[in-house]
């Protein structure tokens, strides 16, 4: 097996544990998920979405070399939906929500969003190696299509009118992305680049995703859950089955 095809396997199963372990993502079952809880987790998730070309543009500026510089500049120049500004992939997003009759104003950005974002942004212009911020970037792009194909698969249902194009078109874009990113990996391994920088951003990276999704899990199904828990209505609070 090559090396690339190494370290590919192991992002994909750093990804899957992820997903696995995650409470969050044990929830996104198709009948689980109401429209409620779907809607305040795809308010919340747009302050994200818009983030994402900026932790691009980080990484392109700690490049070290054109490579590096030119894979995330085309991927950023993508996520700038090719200098259309109607076509950015956070417009697209916007287009999923307005189409699904969701108010993107809806909510306010929480702190665990500005938290996200600034511990990847602080990581990408502290770490004195170059391929540690395309680690750490890696990981959000080897997330991408596993993590929102499975929520994609609960929403769709709830919002059979909307434009979808972000969740189907644009994954696929996403995984382009992934495939150019491991092209250069392979290419900057090969002139003698540090597979341990590498691995410790894309590490930083999930841990960082991880925290983001255990408090999206309580703000959108703990927190949001008071009066629908598992105890069966009309059952005072405190009984258990078989009481
Ligand atoms: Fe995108």
Not at 135 to 162: K, M, N, S
Request: aromatic share 12%.
């Amino acid at each position: 097996m090559l090396l690339i095809d190494g370290i590919v396997q192991s992002f994909l199963a750093l990804v899957h544990d992820l997903i696995e372990r995650s409470p969050f993502f044990a929830e996104w079952e198709p009948g689980r998920v109401d429209s409620a809880k779907a809607e305040r987790f795809l308010v919340t998730f747009d302050s994200l979405v818009r983030s994402f070309p900026s932790l691009i543009a980080l990484g392109a500026a700690r490049a070290d070399n054109e490579d590096m510089r030119v894979v995330l500049a085309t991927n950023l120049y993508q996520e700038s939906g090719e200098g259309d500004l109607r076509r950015t992939h956070h417009a697209i997003f916007r287009k999923f929500l307005i189409t699904a009759r969701i108010d993107p104003e809806a909510g306010t950005e929480q702190a665990f969003t500005k938290e996200w974002r600034s511990s990847l942004m602080d990581y990408i212009d502290s770490q004195p190696g170059s391929l540690s911020a395309l680690g750490v970037l890696a990981a959000g792009e080897f997330l991408a299509q596993p993590a929102l194909t499975r929520i994609f698969a609960v929403i769709r249902p709830l919002y059979p009118d909307a434009d979808v194009e972000y969740f189907t078109t644009h994954l696929e874009l996403e995984a382009d992305h992934v495939q150019e990113i491991a092209d250069f990996i392979a290419r900057q391994l090969a002139r003698g680049g540090s597979a341990h920088d590498l691995f410790s951003g894309f590490r930083f990276g999930i841990g960082q995703w991880e925290n983001y999704f255990d408090r999206i899990y309580e703000y959108v199904f703990v927190d949001n859950n008071l009066g629908y828990g598992p105890v069966p209505y009309g059952m005072p609070s405190g009984c258990v089955q078989g009481d």
